[in-house]
């Protein structure tokens, strides 16, 4: 029986815990109806400083601009200071 590392158990409980608190934050997000935020595509010049620094990867560069998946944004307003070209807002 190949025997497994208590490192490997060790990041699959931290990748459980994960999911789990990203499932309670949108649980939370859903009762309050906060709203996802909104990017100006005349602004948004496509640079992907936004989705690196979102928490819960609901940014992602479509084509010339970026978009934000309502259902995975939690609202905590990390890549809007972020943002050169101040395209997003909440
Ligand atoms: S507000 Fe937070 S969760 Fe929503 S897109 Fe921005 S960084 Fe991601
Ligand atoms: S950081 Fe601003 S300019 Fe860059 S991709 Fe995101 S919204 Fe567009």
Redesign the pocket.
Known sequence: MPRISSVLIKNLIRKNELTFLTKKINVNNLAEERM??KIDKEKCVACGV?VD????E??SVEGDYAV?NAE?????????PECPTEA?SE
């Open positions: 996802a935020v936004c620094v979102c928490p819960t609901a940014l934000c995975l944004c939690v609202d905590c307003g990390a890549c809007i997003i």
